[in-house]
């Protein structure tokens, strides 16, 4: 399946010109798309397979919950905001709510053509309610009866009476029945499933050896909905969801402190506007139409200017079961050869092995790949230096942490010892704001000194730890500089970089950028070795480019490779047009978002762009730039979006260690030589895999696993 680009108004740029463009949200459900296509992929194995099914699920739920929800309040706007804008926010929802429902009979033909029947052929049997046996129609009466009827708050509907306020994200059956006393004219009413209580899927008593049979939630409530409503005659029953708006508005300019506004905050995102009514596509018009009405009565007394209610640009039709995130948790009854082989993480022996773990950093940079590597040299990296007498310092920015972080431990026990221990903690990182919240609290009550970034736009993202250890009146500074979180839970699926450092260059700007960050006092030397954002991280790279368009109009080589996770900047976009035109030949590997329309004739024909899905998320960004065969090659947190380069403090760190580069060089390679998970970004936004013309299989995380498992053979490590 393909998805088309939207007929939008250009959006202008300063100059008043105009650039060919796609949506960032257009965009990224192509994206998802992609995700969906691994699990139509008969290649990828089964429950493989049933998990890119629950991602798309996921994916789909957070936009709706945060892209969608904030053109429905655009659309509430004034003219003058649009205008500003450059598009029509009701063209965009309208679009998503096209594109949208068609992937949606995409996802119900993947599970109830390909999925289940592939299950079936495994002994694996989905059952719905008809299809029980004698025993486990006792078992599903008993599981109901003891375990599920204190959850499922049946409720009838009564119009203009009682206010239906429905969860977010949380799963309801909508029934539809007659009185069996009165005249049989239609009622309704809803009933909960709970999933946020007990397991999407129960195991029944299986019908015949070796066979596993299974029931979907929502079927048992099914299968005993006529026992919540003794009166009545049962004539159908849907399932509904209901998305709301997560967004967390705060005030410009903060008198409070940040975190008891976010915690107030955080109370209101589960009532905030509906985002999404998703309904079982076979329901009856006039249904759809009584409950939206009943929804919308939860909003009637809402003064709250932003508020919205239902409308037809959000209603999004599905199959019988929504929430397909559950999917992630789907038995696979020990049938382990149905997923991918395992890939056992690689030891960075360089470190793990090391007797003096600062020691062995001084003697030479280090670079690991997670989850190629393993994530041990990380956390050791902090256990040690919590514990060693010389460290005077540490500190460390915090985003997105494990939830049982042994990072946060040692430095926690690295306070107790007696030192320094400083930790920007960013709490506004969306969906982790809570956690972030407990996190700093947790880590004050130990003795590290917690700041936050009070600034409601401005928000951290840099992925940086610094330590100062003196030995003999010597002080040396060690640093780790990551594109991904220090987490220890995602460093198992997202493949990111982490250079560790005793360049003392780089860790005085380092300093310098945590000074700014815990003092709000902005660095009076300027950064010449970082690029830092809300500093020169635009500015730089808008010269790097210009530097190889330079080389390009005057004949000589000028070459760009850039692989980040989204690129939808305009300026940056542009630059790139322009480069391209002048000759610059420019490889992308962009992962999700991509703005840019390469392969345009007399635009962007010298520019081609990849991405890549696969059993790991891409998640690294590397910016390389020939610079006349003086090549320079950054790492970075910072996609080429606006927020993150005008809203945020990222990084862009340069690789010095010719090694370390050269590994760099390959890894990249070995992805834009993929023609197994790759697919072609192009303005159709047609997902066409790329095949590259090679004869021979490349797909690149398994190529690039046994190329770190090489590397540790042959000491190049």
């Given at each position: 399946?393909?998805?088309?680009?939207?007929?939008?108004?250009?959006?202008?740029?300063?100059?008043?010109?105009?650039?060919?463009?796609?949506?960032?949200?257009?965009?990224?459900?192509?994206?998802?798309?992609?995700?969906?296509?691994?699990?139509?992929?008969?290649?990828?194995?089964?429950?493989?397979?049933?998990?890119?099914?629950?991602?798309?699920?996921?994916?789909?739920?957070?936009?709706?919950?945060?892209?969608?929800?904030s053109h429905r309040r655009l659309m509430k706007a004034d003219k003058g905001t649009k205008k500003e804008l450059g598009f029509s926010p009701k063209a965009i929802v309208k679009e998503v709510q096209r594109?949208?429902?068609?992937?949606?009979?995409?996802?119900?033909?993947?599970?109830?053509?390909?999925?289940?029947?592939?299950?079936?052929?495994?002994?694996?049997?989905?059952?719905?309610?008809?299809?029980?046996?004698?025993?486990?129609?006792?078992?599903?009466?008993?599981?109901?009866?003891?375990?599920?009827?204190?959850?499922?708050?049946p409720v009838l509907i009564v119009k203009g009476k009682i206010r239906l306020f429905l969860n977010n994200a949380a799963l309801y059956l909508a029934v539809w029945m007659t009185s069996k006393s009165a005249p049989a004219t239609d009622e309704y009413a809803i009933v909960k499933i709970p999933s946020d209580h007990l397991p999407r899927f129960h195991e029944l008593p299986p019908s015949a050896p070796g066979r596993h049979d299974v029931i979907i939630l929502d079927d048992i409530v099914r299968y005993n909905i006529e026992k919540m409503f003794p009166g009545y005659r049962i004539k159908d029953t849907f399932s509904i969801k209901l998305t709301r708006d997560a967004e967390m508005l705060l005030d410009e300019e903060l008198t409070i402190d940040i975190t008891h506004k976010l915690r107030e905050s955080l109370d209101k995102r589960h009532v905030g506007s509906p985002s999404r009514f998703v309904f079982d596509r076979e329901?009856?018009?006039?249904?759809?139409?009584?409950?939206?009405?009943?929804?919308?009565?939860?909003?009637?007394?809402?003064?709250?200017?932003?508020?919205?209610?239902?409308?037809?640009?959000?209603?999004?039709?599905?199959?019988?079961?929504?929430?397909?995130?559950?999917?992630?948790?789907?038995?696979?009854?020990?049938?382990?050869?149905?997923?991918?082989?395992?890939?056992?993480?690689?030891?960075?022996?360089?470190?793990?092995?090391a007797e003096d773990f600062c020691k062995a950093i001084e003697e030479r940079d280090h670079l690991i790949y997670p989850p190629y590597h393993s994530y041990q040299s990380v956390i050791r990296f902090f256990e040690a230096v919590a514990d060693d007498p010389k460290v005077t310092h540490i500190k460390l920015t915090h985003y997105r942490v494990a939830r049982n972080s042994r990072i946060m431990q040692s430095l926690m026990r690295a306070a107790k010892s007696g030192k320094q221990v400083s930790v920007i903690v960013e709490v506004k990182a969306r969906f982790d704001e809570e956690a972030n919240l407990n996190w700093g609290e947790k880590l004050e009550r130990e003795g590290v000194v917690?700041?936050?970034?009070?600034?409601?736009?401005?928000?951290?993202?840099?992925?940086?730890?610094?330590?100062?250890?003196?030995?003999?009146?010597?002080?040396?500074?060690?640093?780790?500089?990551?594109?991904g979180n220090f987490n220890e839970d995602t460093a198992k699926v997202y493949t990111d970089f982490g250079l560790f450092t005793a360049d003392q260059n780089i860790a005085q700007e380092v300093a310098r950028?945590?000074?700014?960050?815990?003092?709000?006092?902005?660095?009076?030397?300027?950064?010449?070795?970082?690029?830092?954002?809300?500093?020169?991280?635009?500015?730089?790279?808008?010269r790097?480019?210009?530097?190889?368009?330079?080389?390009?109009?005057?004949?000589?080589?000028?070459?760009?490779?850039?692989?980040?996770?989204?690129?939808?900047?305009?300026?940056?976009?542009?630059?790139?047009?322009?480069?391209?035109?002048?000759?610059?030949?420019?490889?992308?590997?962009?992962?999700?978002?991509?703005?840019?329309?390469?392969?345009?004739?007399?635009?962007?024909?010298?520019?081609?762009?990849?991405?890549?899905?696969?059993?790991?998320?891409?998640?690294?960004?590397?910016?390389?730039?020939?610079?006349?065969?003086?090549?320079?090659?950054?790492?970075?947190?910072?996609?080429?979006?606006?927020?993150?380069?005008?809203?945020?403090?990222?990084?862009?760190?340069?690789?010095?260690?010719e090694t370390i580069k050269s590994d760099i060089k390959d890894f990249i390679q070995i992805q834009l030589n993929d023609n197994v998970k790759a697919r072609i970004l192009d303005k159709d936004l047609s997902n066409a895999y790329h095949t590259n013309g090679s004869d021979i299989a490349i797909r690149s995380q398994l190529e690039t696993y046994y190329y770190v498992k090489r590397l540790v053979q042959n000491s190049k490590q």
């Open positions: 399946m393909t998805t088309s680009n939207i007929n939008l108004p250009k959006e202008s740029l300063a100059n008043d010109e105009t650039v060919p463009y796609i949506h960032r949200d257009i965009s990224w459900l192509s994206f998802n798309d992609r995700v969906l296509q691994e699990a139509k992929n008969p290649a990828v194995p089964l429950f493989e397979r049933i998990k890119f099914l629950a991602i798309y699920s996921s994916n789909l739920e957070e936009f709706f919950r945060v892209r969608v929800a594109i949208v429902n068609k992937q949606q009979e995409e996802v119900s033909k993947v599970f109830e053509k390909q999925l289940v029947p592939e299950l079936r052929k495994h002994n694996v049997f989905i059952l719905r309610r008809l299809e029980l046996n004698p025993e486990q129609k006792i078992d599903v009466e008993e599981y109901f009866k003891n375990y599920m009827l204190p959850y499922v708050q329901m009856p018009q006039a249904m759809l139409q009584f409950l939206t009405e009943v929804i919308n009565e939860e909003r009637e007394d809402d003064d709250d200017e932003e508020d919205y209610k239902l409308d037809k640009y959000s209603l999004l039709r599905e199959g019988r079961y929504h929430n397909n995130s559950d999917f992630f948790r789907f038995p696979d009854f020990g049938m382990t050869y149905l997923r991918n082989p395992p890939l056992l993480p690689i030891p960075y022996r360089p470190l793990e092995d917690v700041h936050y970034i009070k600034d409601p736009v401005l928000k951290l993202h840099a992925k940086l730890a610094l330590v100062r250890r003196t030995e003999d009146k010597k002080t040396q500074f060690y640093t780790y500089l990551g594109t950028l945590f000074s700014f960050l815990e003092s709000g006092n902005r660095p009076t030397q300027p950064f010449e070795h970082l690029l830092v954002g809300q500093f020169n991280l635009r500015s730089e790279l808008e790097l480019i210009a530097f190889e368009t330079a080389e390009a109009k005057a004949g000589r080589p000028a070459h760009i490779i850039l692989k980040m996770n989204s690129i939808q900047d305009l300026g940056m976009i542009q630059k790139l047009y322009k480069a391209s035109q002048a000759g610059v030949t420019i490889q992308l590997i962009i992962r999700g978002i991509c703005c840019l329309m390469p392969g345009i004739k007399g635009l962007s024909e010298r520019i081609e762009a990849i991405s890549i899905v696969d059993r790991f998320l891409e998640h690294a960004r590397v910016f390389i730039f020939h610079h006349a065969g003086a090549e320079l090659m950054y790492l970075s947190s910072a996609d080429w979006m606006v927020r993150n380069l005008n809203h945020r403090v990222e990084t862009a760190f340069p690789i010095y260690d």
